[in-house]
């Protein structure tokens, strides 16, 4: 099993609509979580953190299941400008790496 | 500067030549990562830096590529006799480092083997 495991997409959603993308874990020890956004050749910038059960800014919603080893993230009212891939992030046990994802590619269509 | 500056933005070698990739980060950070992403993937972790010393370089693909930070600010990432599959963009990323903290990224640098 992968560390942490995206489907990669892509999500092609028109814009309003809610969407949500699931990111699975394989380490049980890790204790924060994070959401990154990618726009096409640029760098990942911070999104969300997730540090215990969940985390909501405005239309963006951030969740930890940690039963099942996995953290989502439910977009709604969905924007054009929301297109992008999303990328998410867990710290290996007892370290400070950073593992990533392959990411999820959102398409939000007019 | 108050991000994570890398440079050059864009390199384009010959296959064998040895490049230097250099990034500046963030004042006060002290820790410093590498990662590599190619087209259609997320980031590929490389190596951490701890202050000056390499916390972990697990990632490293073999022993063409190396890395340092002798004053615990700047790193150089250093690839010799480049291949073609060594094409890619190199991110450097900084952080607080107390673990959980996020880290920051730099623009990267376009790695163009040919």
């Known amino acids: 099993r992968k560390e942490v495991e995206q489907d990669p997409g892509p999500f092609n959603v028109p814009e309003g609509a809610t969407v949500a993308f699931n990111c699975t874990y394989s380490?049980?020890?890790?204790?924060?979580f994070f959401w990154y956004r990618q726009d096409c050749r640029k760098e990942p910038k911070l999104l969300m953190s997730?540090?215990?059960s969940g985390n909501e800014d405005g239309r963006f919603t951030a969740q930890l299941n940690r039963a099942s080893q996995y953290i989502s993230l439910l977009i709604r009212d969905s924007k054009l400008s929301d297109s992008a891939t999303y990328l998410c992030?867990?710290?290996?046990?007892?370290?400070?790496?950073?593992?990533f994802g392959t990411g999820t590619r959102l398409k939000v269509l007019a | 500067g108050a991000g994570v500056s890398q440079t050059p933005s864009n390199k384009v070698t010959e296959k064998g030549k040895y490049v230097e990739l250099r990034c500046d980060p963030i004042?006060?950070?002290?820790?410093l990562y590498w990662y590599r992403q190619s087209l259609g993937q997320g980031p590929e972790f490389l190596i951490y830096?701890?202050?000056?010393?390499?916390?972990?370089d697990s990632g490293l693909p073999n022993d063409r590529f190396f890395a340092v930070r002798p004053e615990g600010s700047v790193s150089t990432l250093k690839i010799q006799r480049t291949e073609r599959g060594d094409s890619a963009v190199y991110l450097c990323?900084?952080?607080?480092?107390?673990?959980?903290?996020?880290?920051?990224f730099g623009q990267g640098t376009r790695l163009t083997v040919v």
């Open positions: 990323a900084s952080s607080s480092g107390t673990g959980g903290n996020e880290a920051f």
């Open positions: 380490n049980s020890a890790s204790q924060s």
């Open positions: 997730v540090y215990s």
């Open positions: 992030v867990v710290p290996a046990s007892g370290t400070y790496k950073y593992i």
């Open positions: 004042s006060g950070h002290t820790a």
């Open positions: 830096f701890q202050g000056t010393g390499a916390a972990d």
